[in-house]
């Protein structure tokens, strides 16, 4: 059987279609920064770089309409992997990661490089043990491959009813911080800011599906890679005179320490499975940045690169977009793009939180409040000791007095390196970008596992795509509004929601996949014990963890629910019969890198005996 060539598949003018975007986005944001130096209203420019990036978003993921299943579920599986590299990378974390950590590396320092790490390994574990079967395979969801792979409907809806877990808790989390990015850009209320952005990832999702995720995920990547470093770039050059705020910041570390020297800042050490990573409210730099264990111990940071490794290569919003990939070799350089933009994104990240200090110290070395900081603390952003604030209290230092929002770090260094305001609204546009293309890589995961795989996940052959792109966009609309309602309604750190939504996909996923790989003794029994014993070993695990009954954070749940979805896949396993011999040939199969995609041969077979069934004379 010949196959058309990958190359012919992808469409050559992508590379125009995004210059043009990138010119467009430039435009926008050189028109504003015009706009204020000319004296027009700050109030509407804000709202200006909040609307018109989403309304760019949309229209392209209007133009991405489709009305084929394939197009829909999986892009048409023609998606270049340098494009697939990027979407994945800001999908990983989204932008709750990009927020966060850029805030904790500036309050805790190096312990938080733990999330980093685990995010780089992630994706290296996932293009070495999964993506490439995972591809072969070619599956739309994870519970869809578990299903057919181990032929158990009853698998199919149980790991279904599982995945929704994470999947709800990682839209959730985008959608909390989105509305935070749009509330410090506009000011406005983060409820209605919230509704908003909800609609808009209607807009942008509804007409294509993975298709308009991917093409409108590719310009919001770039958005968010834009707005990341430019403003870092230009504050590099003010210190350092290099651009390269990636490579310029590592001098300033020998000024830092001896600043944090100077003021005070205690040198601590955590103790075993500590994991005191700052939460979104208010805190104090509390330790010196190039000292490690100080937050987290030695036994949470390994287990904390151990959950999140686990967490992202197994995550039910990046592993089935690997299924848009033309081939397996594309399939595994994407992995190798994403892991290099993620990295510049965290390099990136930890350039801020360097810069950011060295800002802070060199403001408070003479003893007064910088006025940027008063800014911060009347927007809520910041606090300081009254008695600091008005000069009456000489005793203690400055920066001991100061305490900061984590999640407003990366937007508040333009403020404290006095540029323009545009350079925050270009870092708040930024996050925001990378919250969508997460949030919407987790809704449309969540809308595909309601229509495939709990509706109709009992049947072997899926309906028609008329009724089932219906289905399909019914079931997107209801994810994002019910992501938008548990934003609304219920409490919660948007990073504590991410890395419990990772702890689950590790406790209950990994395990599992792998062993579908790599063990062919694994059956239907097997994978049900894995999936159950370890989503229950870790809900239970983040349950005791919160209540103070154990001594760990429940963020870490997957060191305990790893070993035990292993042990329990192991047992079960070898304590029921054999697999069958179609289920021994398609390990065969999926291990075997080249020939037809194994779920479309079968659509392709089921199709085929439609066919003879309707041509059939009664």
Not at 131 to 156: D, H, Q, W
Request: with cysteine; charged share 10%; net charge positive.
């Amino acid at each position: 059987m010949s196959f058309t060539p990958a190359r012919r598949l992808v469409n050559p003018k992508l590379g125009a279609y995004f210059g043009i975007f990138a010119s467009a986005f430039v435009s926008l944001l050189l028109l504003v920064l015009i706009a204020e130096q000319l004296g027009a209203p700050k109030d509407g420019l804000r709202w200006v770089l909040f609307a018109i990036p989403l309304g760019l978003y949309a229209v392209i993921g209007i133009a991405s309409a489709t009305r084929d299943s394939l197009e829909f579920f999986a892009a048409g599986r023609r998606v270049p992997a340098v494009y697939s590299g990027f979407t994945l990378a800001f999908s990983a974390f989204g932008g709750t990661g990009i927020v966060a950590i850029t805030g904790a590396l500036f309050l805790i320092g190096f312990d938080a490089l733990c999330l980093v790490i685990g995010g780089l390994s992630g994706f290296v574990v996932m293009g070495i043990l999964l993506a490439p079967f995972f591809r072969k395979f070619g599956a739309y969801t994870i519970p869809t491959y578990l299903g057919r792979r181990f032929e158990s409907p009853v698998l199919r809806r149980v790991s279904a009813v599982i995945v929704l877990v994470p999947l709800t808790m990682m839209l959730t989390a985008e959608l909390k911080m989105a509305a935070f990015c749009a509330q410090f850009l506009t000011g406005a209320p983060a409820s209605g800011l919230l509704l908003l952005i909800a609609g808009a990832m209607m807009a942008t999702l509804l007409s294509g599906g993975t298709r308009a995720l991917t093409w409108s995920s590719v310009a919001q990547a770039i958005a968010a890679l834009l707005a990341l470093i430019v403003p870092v770039a230009v504050v590099a050059v003010m210190w350092t005179n290099l651009p390269i705020a990636q490579l310029s910041h590592g001098p300033l570390m020998r000024v830092i320490a001896k600043q944090e020297a100077l003021q005070g800042l205690p040198i601590l050490l955590a103790q075993g499975m500590a994991f005191d990573l700052p939460g979104n409210g208010l805190s104090a730099i509390g330790k010196r940045y190039a000292t490690t264990f100080g937050a987290v111990g030695p036994a949470g940071f390994v287990a904390a690169v151990l959950t999140i490794m686990m967490g992202v290569a197994s995550a039910p919003w990046l592993l089935p977009r690997i299924a848009t990939a033309p081939g397996v070799y594309q399939a595994r350089k994407s992995l190798g793009w994403a892991t290099v933009v993620f990295g510049i994104v965290m390099l990136t990240a930890a350039s801020i939180a360097v810069f950011y200090r060295a800002l802070l110290f060199e403001t408070t070395m003479t003893g007064a409040v910088p006025e940027w900081v008063r800014q911060l603390a009347a927007l809520g952003y910041a606090d300081l000791d009254p008695k600091l604030a008005t000069g009456n209290d000489a005793s203690r230092s400055v920066l001991m007095s100061l305490a900061f929002s984590r999640d407003a770090v990366l937007f508040s260094l333009p403020m404290a390196a006095g540029l323009s305001q545009v350079f925050s609204g270009l870092a708040a546009i930024g996050a925001l970008a990378a919250c969508l293309a997460g949030g919407g890589a987790a809704a449309t995961a969540l809308g595909a596992t309601l229509a495939e795989d709990i509706i109709h996940g009992a049947k072997a052959e899926p309906p028609l795509d008329p009724q089932r792109l219906a289905l399909a966009k019914t079931c997107l609309a209801l994810a994002i509004a019910g992501g938008a309602a548990c934003a609304l309604l219920l409490p919660g750190d948007s990073l504590d929601l991410l890395l419990g939504a990772l702890a689950f996909n590790g406790s209950a996923f990994f395990p599992v996949l792998v062993m579908s790989i790599w063990w062919k003794r694994t059956n239907a029994f097997g994978a049900v014990a894995a999936l159950v014993s370890g989503f229950a070993v870790a809900l239970l695990a983040m349950i005791l963890g919160g209540l103070d009954w154990l001594p760990f954070d429940p963020a870490l749940a997957g060191v305990f629910g790893i070993p035990a979805a292993l042990v329990a896949g192991i047992a079960a396993s070898l304590a029921t019969p054999y697999p069958g011999r179609h289920a021994l040939e398609l390990v065969r199969d999926i291990r075997v890198p080249g020939g037809e995609i194994l779920y479309d041969r079968e659509m392709r077979l089921l199709r085929l005996k439609k066919r003879q069934r309707t041509a059939d004379p009664v």
